[in-house]
């Protein structure tokens, strides 16, 4: 905190807000050899802020997922660069802050004789409202300024001409590198403006594992599945080789109707394990997606028999945990989307829904099952808007690929199954089924 000058000790203002704060303590455990690491992080009461008084912009970009996935591929698999994973400590104490805050000295640490003085920050301390944003500008600034300018086409990615790529989440950075000398140059880079801790070659990032096993990169759960098995221990294990029964029927008919069947359901923590299983969904297993979104829609009025299917999908997670994605590449490059769409297949509302996946060099690093904004006329108007869906995220990945600049002459290409729907995009044509389309 002295070392970067986080705050100035001074007399309480009148009039002033105060802002009190509070020590949190964690303990974590390396994924690598288990050790525990215990850490106590000072964190301010940023929920007595003020919205435009105490702050104004809070948000702070970070890369998806779907994007590190799709990095790993091409530098990794593809193109066989390294890659170091890095951790700025203490990240949001480098924000700047322009906002007059004041805060009481921390429990524990009040200095002798000063008793009754507060701290005038300087810096963005953790809990502020506006302390991500400021960590992010900061960033982005000495990036910047160190030759490491920010792809126009993805948020919290940087380039260092073409030679390196860094990607920021927060605190953790992934550098991608054309060799081991220019990791080297470009952490030496870091480490004159920030605390950076080398972790080496990723092997846990944001609840996935990635495992290298002869030179082949795979990602898995295991890790936070085991947690969640330990969270959820009461739920009985059951085997399950499919994440949703085939010809289930679920519709507002069977939701609970009784008031004692309410208060029964809110006894089992639906909601809890639909986003612990939403997380898994969009991290690295693509089968369960349809059938985490399928029973999402009835998190806010669900029954017995949603319950059991949600267990289900919980079990088969437990039996399919070793499963993994591997990103090894049997084909040449190529960049590559497939969706479908099953038209009303929602009995209530008669919504359709879509599912999209795109791949490189037949590699899955982006999916998604979701059900359509609008209700689809026809088949063929479900199945365009699918299309529609996958074609906008197969754009995006194209101009990535092409703003990278580190392989040339590849072709986005998609694929569909439903010949009237290729037919309409390709020709455009009338008809009294697609007259809404524009």
Aim: charged residues 20%.
């Amino acid at each position: 905190m002295h070392d970067r000058n986080v705050w100035t000790s001074v007399d309480p203002p009148d009039k002033s807000k105060i802002l009190y704060c509070r020590w949190v303590y964690t303990v974590k455990t390396n994924q690598t050899d288990g050790s525990k690491t215990f850490k106590a992080t000072l964190v301010a009461s940023g929920f007595n802020q003020t919205a435009g008084v105490d702050y104004s912009d809070v948000f702070s970009p970070v890369v998806d997922f779907s994007v590190i996935r799709f990095m790993f591929i091409l530098f990794v698999s593809i193109l066989c660069w390294n890659h170091v994973q890095l951790d700025i400590r203490a990240a949001y104490l480098y924000g700047n802050l322009s906002e007059t805050i004041y805060m009481h000295q921390p429990p524990g640490f009040v200095n002798k004789g000063e008793e009754n003085k507060v701290y005038l920050l300087h810096k963005s301390i953790y809990g502020l409202k506006q302390s991500g944003c400021k960590w992010n500008e900061e960033l982005d600034s000495t990036l910047n300024s160190i030759s490491f300018p920010k792809l126009n086409w993805c948020n919290g990615v940087y380039s260092l001409k073409g030679k390196c790529f860094l990607l920021v989440y927060v605190d953790d950075l992934l550098t991608f590198g054309r060799t081991i000398e220019i990791l080297n140059e470009t952490i030496k880079l870091l480490k004159d403006k920030f605390h950076v801790k080398v972790l080496g070659n990723v092997k846990y990032l944001l609840g996935v594992n990635f495992d290298t096993i002869e030179g082949d990169l795979s990602l898995h759960q295991k890790t936070y599945i085991d947690r969640i098995e330990r969270k959820f221990k009461g739920i009985p294990r059951s085997y399950v080789n499919l994440p949703v029964k085939t010809g289930i029927s679920l519709h507002s008919k069977i939701n609970p109707s009784e008031i004692s069947e309410n208060y029964l359901m809110k006894k089992f923590p639906y909601r809890s394990l639909i986003g612990c299983l939403s997380f898994i969904a969009e991290r690295s297993p693509p089968d369960i997606s349809f059938a985490v979104n399928v029973m999402a829609q009835f998190s806010n009025n669900y029954n017995y028999q949603h319950w059991l299917y949600v267990v289900d999908i919980l079990n088969y997670v437990f039996n399919t945990k070793e499963y993994k994605i591997n990103l090894r590449v049997f084909e040449e490059l190529s960049l590559k989307s497939y969706s479908d769409a099953s038209w009303g297949c929602e009995l209530t509302d008669r919504y359709s829904t879509s599912g999209f996946i795109v791949c490189l060099a037949n590699v899955p690093f982006m999916w998604k099952s979701r059900k359509q904004k609008t209700i689809a006329l026809s088949s063929i108007e479900s199945e365009f808007i699918a299309i529609t869906d996958s074609v906008k995220e197969l754009i995006w990945f194209s101009n990535i690929l092409n703003e990278l600049k580190v392989v040339t002459d590849v072709k986005p290409v998609h694929y569909c199954d439903n010949m009237p729907a290729i037919y309409f995009c390709k020709n455009n044509f009338e008809s009294s089924n697609i007259l809404k389309i524009s």
